[in-house]
């Protein structure tokens, strides 16, 4: 990528104290800018870079210098975990309906128990204080799948025989995510060492990436195998 001359970058102690959420990238934050200074940051090297070209959250980690300081910030970060919720709701919901495709009244109590609990989870995402508390805030979600994967583990649901391994491997993947993110690691053993690549928020990104295409491995072979199959009649 041929890469703009920028404007000068920022340090940790200059940059505004709501982007101040990581003190281990000591370096390369943008100044605040306007929208279009924040589209041209596409084209230069800083420490966001990485962040919005390994993933969906692109708007947040694009506009997040935008010089409408907080109040702006405030509404991006609302907007991501509003896309994280939408990618752990709509992810589980196939799951749930090929888990229980022969327990017809189950199966509609389940995906709204799901869909139900995916907004308390959401709104407690949006007003988390912290980091580690999004993080929680997905647990209940995280753990309602666990309930759904062990019940399918059990032989207690169904489901095409290769899915569920994908489906802990994206859980997995996505749980290992989260905690790289909260932990800081590994900028946090040498601060200022991997401020634009290889540091915690965009090894959650590829790690999330994984945890994607790990949901859609496992379940293209389920919903084709609940469109065929037949359930036993009692
Ligand atoms: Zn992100």
Redesign the pocket.
Known sequence: MAFLAGPRLLDWASSPPHLQFNKFVLTGYRPASSGSGCLRSLFYLHNELG?IYT?G?VL??LFMCHQGGSPVYARLLAL?MCGVCLVNTLGALPIIHCTLACRPWLRPAALVGYTVLSGVAGWRALTAPSTSARLRAFGWQAGARLLVFGARGMGLGSGAPGSLPCYLRMDALALLGGLVNVARLPERWGPGRFDYWGNS?QI??LLSVGSILQLHAGVVPDLLWAAHHACPLD
């Open positions: 962040n993933h959250s947040y980690h991501d928020h959650m990104h």
